[in-house]
Each structure stands twice: as structure tokens, then as C-alpha cells.
């Protein structure tokens, strides 16, 4: 077998090996490796806000889009010195160490892993039992498209907004979207999910022939179903403006709700790399109140 052809960069202060730079991940339109870091590094300005406090679970495909990948929650024992981490739930068996990736390098770094997608949970490092954001996670259930989702999630906002809670949109980069509550309060993640499963249940009511709150494949068919699961303690979410593993270099893009409403109306919502990068230049970072904004959910019987 070759071996692998490393260079030496320098990248936010750090000396990083990175190898194979000509290597085609994405097949379908010959997007490589090198691509894949470039684009990191220069999203990690609006990027890393978001995932620098909070320990991340790597998704990666070695071999490109077209084979298999794998999930890897601990952070790799080869990582280098400076790359910290991030005690969490892990599994049953305890908590373990993830990635926590607060520079520019440390995204190089995994990105030249063929890291592809970022997935982060609702809380920070040092605190995993409180969670700073809540998500509902819409998943469409063929035929329904992300049209659908669109509907939903302006359904979503109405509720949240009767409620006094601000929410903010974004693709998932695959077939769905996400809206998320940012906290920023100390909460539970029993509160969330239980919330979350509330606002569900009333829209499943509402729109019985749109929406589903039940897991089971069977009942998703033409619907879309709002994972409020997604709130749980041990759980992540896509990170905004991390990369997919699809045909194309898809992105999970921040968006304005004015966008969600011409979505519902058909408007295509799908960002590849190039596309967020001309945004970010443009509108800057559409999800940074999610940083700050303080909420609090209503408590039961409120």
C-alpha cells in the first residue's frame, strides 16, 4: 500500500500534518480533501461560537461519501497535544472524553480526518447536565419533502411565539430542518424533552394529516415528524454549518424565517459549501443570538 503523502501547514499557530489533499470525497462532483479543509477553515469563523464549549461527536468517511462511515464519540488518542476535550455522557458504561474543537486548527485537524459532519449535544463542556438550547428536529417522511418541514416549523414558531420564546431556523444539510430555542438559563433535559414532546402532541392534534410525534416508521409516511428526542442528555444534533456526507457538499445553514416562509412555498433551501461561504461573507452568522439570548421554558401548569 502507498503511503500516504503528508505535507506540513501551519494553521492558527499550530504545525498540522495533514496527508492525501487530492483525494476525492465527495465522487459526485470531485470535491476532495483539500476542499473539505479549506472550507473548515474558513467557516470557523461563525462555526466555532457554536461547538468551542461543547464536547463533539465526529462522523467520518475515510474513503468518501460513497462507502461507509463511522461515528466516533471519543476523541482519538493520536489527537495532538494542544487539541483539548470535553467530559460526557458517553454510554452506559460512563462518561468519555470528546473532542472539544475551539480553534481554527482543531477544526483543520479533524477535517483532515475526513471528519465530514460535526455533531454537538445541547449542553457545554463541564456542565452536561444542563442544557443551554433546545431543538426540535424535523424529519420528513417520503413523499413529504422539506416544503413540509418548512410548513411545520412556521407552525412551531406560532407556538413558541404564544409562549414568548424567539426561535431560530436552519437546514439540517439532508432532507430536513431544525429549529432551535436557545436557553442560556439553567435547565433540565427532562424540561426540554418533555416540552418539546408537548409542542408535538398539540400540532400532531392540530395538523393529524402533516404531523407525527411517534417514532415508528410505519406512521411517518407522507408526514413529518417532530423529534423531540433529540433533547435528551446523551443525544446530538448536526452542528450549524457543519459539512454532510452526501452527494453533494451539503451544509447545515442557518436561515431567516422570511426563508423558511418561501420554502413552505417551494422556494429550494439546500446550501452547498461554496453557497455558505458567500452567505456568511454577506450576512454574517444568522444563528449568533443563539449564543446569548437568555429563556427560560414554562414550567408545567404555567
Known sequence: MAEAQRVHVEVDGHRLAVSNLDKVLFPMVGFTKAQVIDYYVRVAEVMLPHIADRGVTLRRWPDGVTSDGFFEKRCPSHRPGWLGTCLGPGDRRGGIEYCRLDSVAALAWTANLAALEIHSPMSRCGD??????????????????????????????????????????????????????????????????????????????????????????????????????????????????????????????????????????????????????ERMAERGDLFADTLTIEQQLPTPGS
Request: charged share 25%.
Open 128 to 277: 452536561p447536565d444542563s442544557p443551554s438550547m433546545l431543538v426540535f428536529d424535523l424529519d420528513p417522511g417520503e413523499p413529504a419533502t422539506i416544503v413540509e418541514c418548512c410548513e411545520v416549523a412556521l407552525e412551531i414558531r406560532d407556538v413558541l411565539d404564544t409562549v414568548g420564546l424567539a426561535s431560530y431556523p436552519k437546514t439540517s444539510g439532508s432532507k430536513g430542518l431544525q429549529v432551535y430555542v436557545p436557553l442560556n438559563t439553567p435547565h433540565e433535559h427532562d424540561h426540554c424533552s418533555d416540552f418539546a414532546l408537548a409542542v408535538a402532541q398539540l400540532l400532531e392534534k392540530k395538523l393529524a394529516n402533516l404531523v407525527v410525534s411517534n417514532m415508528a416508521k410505519k406512521v411517518r409516511k407522507g408526514k413529518v415528524l417532530i423529534d423531540w428526542s433529540q433533547n435528551s442528555r446523551h443525544k446530538t444534533t448536526i452542528a450549524p454549518y457543519s459539512l454532510r456526507a452526501k452527494d453533494r457538499p451539503t451544509v447545515s445553514t442557518p436561515l431567516l424565517w422570511t426563508e423558511v416562509g418561501e420554502g413552505a412555498d417551494g422556494e429550494p433551501l439546500v446550501f452547498e459549501a461554496a453557497d455558505v461561504l
